[in-house]
């Protein structure tokens, strides 16, 4: 248990629809990081959040939004989803906003299936 | 813009052999680079390099990087089973920037 906790684990989902990933980071970390992995595409960064506030925006589209919560847990909300959304999801959280050394750490991702 | 590019995008070996995987990039304002092995599920984290030619080691794999070039290795010696992979190099930027990652597969 690497103490960042994604929910759920698995998500199957009609194509239109929105769906809402959890993560809750590590006990101490202020960060958290969304990632979307496909299978032709490496990790892709999509957003950052640091202590309730977003930070940081990658390649996050229109259709997907996130927050972080006074209990620093974030939520990955996805909507109007289409097939190629199809993808892993993975949250990560540091301790600061950057640290540049290995001070990240992974959940084990919520992998959605868009039907 | 910030850029990680690995090769070879997969590997098959036997048990026993020995592997390099490459990872070039490109960055500015550099400060490290780092590893990870993504099995089924999370990355997780191997090496984080700084320096140039100061190799890094864990049992049977190492790293390490050459600034001047952009580019670092990681070798597994005496690959088993339990190697097979993907490894991912990665440049902290506040976020992570991924390369696409070698798969790594070791038969018996």
């Known amino acids: 248990d690497s103490g960042v906790t994604q929910t759920p684990k698995h998500l199957i989902t009609a194509t239109g629809q929105r769906v809402t990933l959890r993560c809750s980071p590590r006990?101490?970390?202020?960060?958290v990081y969304w990632y979307q992995q496909s299978l032709d595409q490496g990790l892709q960064f999509l957003i950052q959040?640091?202590?309730?506030?977003?930070?940081a925006k990658g390649n996050i589209l229109e259709r997907f939004s996130a927050q972080q919560f006074p209990d620093l847990h974030s939520e990955l909300n996805l909507s109007s989803l289409e097939l190629g959304d199809s993808a892993l999801y993975f949250c990560?959280?540091?301790?600061?906003?950057?640290?540049?050394?290995?001070?990240?750490?992974f959940g084990s991702g919520t992998r959605l299936t868009v039907v | 813009e910030d850029k990680v590019v690995q090769s070879p995008l997969s590997l098959v070996v036997h048990e026993g052999d020995t592997v390099t995987l490459n990872c070039s990039y490109e960055?500015?304002?550099?400060?490290?680079l780092l590893w990870y092995k993504q099995e089924k599920k999370a990355p997780t984290f191997l090496f984080m390099l700084?320096?140039?030619?100061i190799e890094k080691k864990s049992g049977r794999l190492s790293s390490i990087l050459d600034k001047k070039e952009l580019f670092s290795i990681l070798n597994i010696t005496a690959t088993q089973t339990g190697d097979s992979a993907v490894y991912l190099c990665?440049?902290?930027?506040?976020?992570?920037?991924f390369g696409k990652g070698t798969k790594l597969s070791v038969k018996p």
């Open positions: 006990s101490g970390d202020l960060s």
């Open positions: 960055v500015t304002n550099f400060r490290s």
């Open positions: 990560a959280s540091s301790v600061a906003t950057g640290t540049g050394d290995y001070g990240y750490t």
């Open positions: 990665v440049l902290p930027r506040g976020n992570l920037i």
């Open positions: 700084t320096s140039s030619g």
């Open positions: 959040y640091y202590n309730g506030e977003e930070r």
